[in-house]
């Protein structure tokens, strides 16, 4: 018997009321988008401290604003996005599309400093994820006792000799992606940040999509707001109230980024180019961008 079809009030409900992430899921999604994270995210300010130098940025209100322009205008329409695709490329196993959507992050980044950011992010994050995938092998190995001595006729149930063979099937139909360990793409180097991190959310984690956005979003934010207190003289309090105005904003930054068609996606932002070119030569800077 087929199921019986949901009323559109039950599909109403459960879209606004999703299945609950489960708590693994949920503490590997918070890990991943900690500024705590060993990635460098802190030694970048994406063109803050420039603006704060070069455009008279000297106040609560004028970062805040800078900023809600900056996850608009760049992240939702570039990062964000290539984001939303990667994620889904890396559960399909599509090795095409993981290429082309790093390939396009490369191609976008204006400035040197913009793609040392990425391409360092990137392989600090994919180095995170190799050596948690070794902890997590380690602690998986159990000692095995002395092996039985070989009889002339195998004794092995059936079914325990397909589920020996499993492993090897599995295996063997995986599509072909030799990058999904993170390993150094043949003449491009490790992953961008985008890409590296749609890979360790779709490895660790069993979130949806909006909720990677949203966690990558905040943790973006986070930083941010960090780069701003150290480059002028903002306190704590303006430093929260900074980041709230950037919470409320993330929900519909992370739902233009998942709406995006590849033909829509951009990375025009002209005056954050230009202040990341000046930033490389800025005579007093805290940060790498």
């Not at 008279?56 to 290539?82: F, I, K, N």
């Not at 959507?101 to 980044?109: I, K």
């Not at 149930?157 to 793409?185: G, I, K, S, T, V």
């Not at 109230?241 to 033909?263: C, E, F, N, T, Y």
Request: proline letters at 8%; one cysteine or more; glycine letters at 4%.
């Amino acid at each position: 018997m087929s199921p019986r079809p949901r009323s559109p009030a039950t599909r109403r409900a459960h879209r606004q009321h999703p299945r609950e992430l489960p708590a693994a899921s949920l503490l590997r999604l918070i890990w991943l988008a900690s500024p705590a994270l060993p990635v460098g995210g802190f030694s970048y300010s994406e063109g803050l401290e420039s603006a704060i130098e070069n455009t008279g940025l000297a106040s609560e209100a004028a970062v805040a604003d800078w900023l809600l322009d900056q996850l608009h205008l760049t992240q939702a329409r570039s990062d964000m996005a290539v984001l939303a695709k990667a994620l889904g490329a890396w559960r399909r196993g599509d090795a095409a599309a993981v290429r082309a959507l790093d390939d396009w992050v490369l191609h976008t980044r204006e400035t040197s400093e913009q793609r040392l950011q990425t391409e360092q992010m990137g392989r600090s994050l994919c180095e995170w994820l190799r050596n948690q995938n070794r902890q997590h092998q380690a602690s998986a190995e159990v000692p095995t006792a002395e092996p039985d001595p070989p009889v002339a006729h195998d004794t092995m149930p059936a079914p325990a000799r397909m589920q020996q063979a499993q492993p090897a099937a599995r295996a063997a139909a995986e599509p072909a992606l030799p990058d999904r360990r993170c390993q150094p793409l043949e003449g491009q180097g490790y992953f961008t940040y985008p890409v590296a991190f749609a890979q360790a959310a779709a490895a660790a984690t069993q979130a949806p999509v909006r909720q990677v956005l949203l966690a990558y979003a905040f943790g973006w934010a986070e930083n941010m707001v960090q780069a701003a207190l150290k480059s002028m003289p903002l306190g704590q309090s303006a430093g929260q109230r900074i980041l709230a105005r950037l919470a409320d904003a993330i929900p519909a930054a992370a739902d233009q980024a998942i709406a995006l068609m590849d033909s829509e996606r951009q990375a025009f932002a002209p005056m954050l180019a230009i202040l990341s070119a000046r930033h490389e030569t800025q005579y007093s800077r805290l940060f790498r961008s």
